[in-house]
C-alpha cells in the first residue's frame, strides 16, 4: 500500500478503525486519539477528526542505560509516570542513582516537549478510556511500546495502537502492550517507513501545535490558563467557556487535587458538551499546599471558592458570548464542603451544587443556609460517606436529592461509576442552571 502523504494515511486508517466494534459502540467520550510526536500527530489529527474524537499528543522519553543509550531500561510520560524494565536494569548493573540521573535529565527534555506541543494546556485524562495511540508506521516498535506502557500507566483501560504500515510480523513484538493492533498493510518488503509515502517529509514542532490547537476548537477543549485573585491570593485556572454556554460549573477539587484532577476533568469535560463553561482552579498556592493543613481547612477552601466566583462574576467577557452566566458548584470530597460552605455566603448567586463523594459534615454548622438546589452523589460501597451525607441532607432546608451509584467506592473508579456521576451532574445543572438562564 502506498499513501500520498499522511493525511491520506489518516483518512484510510480511519475508515478502518470506524469499523471495529468496540470502538463503534463506545461514546465518544470514552475514546481518545493520542498522536506519537512528531509524524504520528497529523495522521492521529485527522483519525480523530473522523471519529470525533478528542485528539491529544502522546510524549514518552525513553531511559537509556548509561553506557548504552540506545538500549532501553524503562519510560517516563506526564504526571510522574514511569515504567520500568527490571530485567535491564538489572543485567546491565545500573544503580539507582544512574538511574535517578538519566530519569532527571529525561524529564527535563520531557517537560520541554510538552511545552512546546500543548503550551499550558492541560492532558487530557485517560483514566477510564480507551485511547487510540496512532503514529505513521512502525519500524522498530520500541516508541509505540513505551507509548502503550505509558497510557495503561496513566490509567487507560483500553489500548488500541493503530498505524497506516508496519512490517511483517509486527505484532509478535507488541500484542504483550496493546488490547488491540491495527495496521493497514504489512509488506514483505520493508525497509523505512517512508518508502511508502509520496510525501514522507518532517513534520515540525509548529505543525504538531496546529494540529492540537485545531482540535482543541472543535471539541471544545479550549482552556485557556487563567489567574484568578482570590483577596490577596493568585490562583492558577483553567477555564473552557463558549459563545453558547447556558451556565458556568466552578470546580472545588478534594485534599491531595488540584485543577489538573483526571476526575474531575472528566466530568468538566462531559459537562462542556453538555453546554456549561467550567473552571477548575487550584485553591491554594503553591506555598500554602506545603502546610497540610490548609488542604482541609473549609473556611479558607471556601473563601478562594467565593473569591474565583467573584472573579468569574467580575469578567463576563471571559465566558465567550461577554455576559454573566448562572453559576454552579461541583464539589468533591472535602471539596464539596467548601462549594456547600461559600454557597451559604448571601451575596453569592450560585444556583446549584453538585457535590461528588462529599464531605458536607465538614460544613454543617452552615448547610441551613444553603439555598441552591443540592445534588449529593455518594457511592453504594462508600458506606461511611453514605451515612455522613443521610445525615448532612437531614440538615438542608434547599431543594435536594441523595443519588447512590451502586457498587461505586469513594472514588467511582468502578467501570461506568464517574460516567454516571457526570451525567447525574449534567442533568442537574441542566434543570437548576439553565431554568436560571431562561429566566
Not at 525513553?62 to 535491564?88: D, T, Y
Not at 448571601?346 to 465538614?362: E, N, W, Y
Not at 443519588?403 to 434543570?431: C, I, N, R, S, Y
Request: aromatic share 6%; net charge negative.
Amino acid at each position: 500500500m502506498y499513501f500520498a502523504d499522511r493525511n491520506e494515511a489518516g483518512r484510510l486508517l480511519a475508515e478502518r478503525l470506524a469499523q471495529l466494534d468496540r470502538l463503534a459502540r463506545l461514546n465518544s467520550e470514552h475514546v481518545v486519539v493520542l498522536g506519537l510526536p512528531r509524524g504520528g500527530v497529523p495522521v492521529a489529527a485527522v483519525v480523530a477528526n473522523a471519529l470525533d474524537v478528542p485528539l491529544d499528543v502522546l510524549v514518552v522519553r525513553k531511559l537509556g542505560v548509561p553506557f548504552e543509550p540506545e538500549l532501553g531500561m524503562g519510560a517516563i510520560g506526564e504526571h510522574g509516570v514511569r515504567v520500568l524494565n527490571e530485567a535491564v536494569i538489572d543485567s546491565t548493573g545500573t544503580s539507582p542513582r544512574q538511574l535517578s540521573e538519566v530519569e532527571a535529565a529525561e524529564r527535563v527534555e520531557l517537560a520541554r516537549r510538552v511545552r512546546r506541543y500543548r503550551g499550558e494546556q492541560a492532558a487530557i485524562a485517560l483514566d477510564g478510556r480507551t485511547v487510540v495511540i496512532v503514529d505513521d508506521g512502525i519500524a522498530t516498535g520500541s516508541t509505540a511500546r513505551a507509548a502503550c506502557l505509558i497510557a495503561r500507566a496513566q490509567g487507560a483501560v483500553r489500548v488500541v495502537l493503530a498505524v497506516p504500515i508496519a512490517p511483517r510480523g509486527w505484532t509478535r513484538r507488541l500484542e504483550d502492550v496493546a488490547d488491540e493492533l491495527v495496521s493497514l498493510d504489512t509488506p514483505d518488503d520493508f525497509f523505512a517507513i517512508g518508502q511508502f509515502y509520496g510525501d514522507f517529509s518532517q513534520t515540525s514542532d509548529q505543525e504538531v501545535s496546529d494540529c492540537l490547537r485545531q482540535a482543541s476548537a472543535r471539541t471544545g477543549r479550549a482552556d485557556p490558563e487563567v489567574l484568578i485573585q482570590a483577596g490577596s491570593a493568585r490562583l492558577h485556572g483553567q477555564l473552557t467557556a463558549f459563545p453558547a454556554s447556558t451556565g458556568i460549573v466552578l470546580f472545588a477539587h478534594g485534599s491531595g487535587s488540584s485543577r489538573h484532577s483526571p476526575r474531575n476533568s472528566r466530568v468538566a469535560t462531559a459537562l462542556n458538551r453538555a453546554g456549561f463553561a467550567t473552571l477548575l482552579f487550584d485553591l491554594l498556592t503553591e506555598e500554602e499546599e506545603l502546610d497540610r493543613a490548609n488542604v482541609f481547612d473549609t473556611a479558607l477552601l471556601a473563601d478562594r471558592l467565593a473569591g474565583a466566583t467573584r472573579w468569574v462574576l467580575g469578567h463576563p467577557e471571559a465566558l465567550g458570548g461577554g455576559g454573566s452566566l448562572p453559576v454552579g458548584y461541583f464539589g468533591a470530597s472535602t471539596g464539596a464542603a467548601a462549594a456547600l460552605w461559600a454557597a451559604a455566603e448571601p451575596d453569592l448567586p450560585v444556583k446549584a451544587i453538585v457535590s461528588r463523594g462529599g464531605r458536607p459534615d465538614l460544613a454543617a454548622a452552615r448547610l441551613p443556609d444553603v439555598t441552591a438546589p443540592t445534588l449529593l452523589i455518594v457511592g453504594g460501597n462508600d458506606g461511611l460517606v453514605l451515612d455522613l451525607n443521610s445525615q448532612a441532607q437531614a440538615r438542608l432546608r434547599c431543594e435536594n436529592q441523595l443519588a447512590v451509584v451502586p457498587g461505586a467506592t469513594h472514588l467511582f473508579e468502578e467501570p461506568g461509576a464517574l460516567e454516571e456521576v457526570a451525567e447525574l451532574a449534567a442533568d442537574w445543572f441542566a434543570d437548576h442552571l439553565q431554568r436560571s438562564f431562561d429566566a
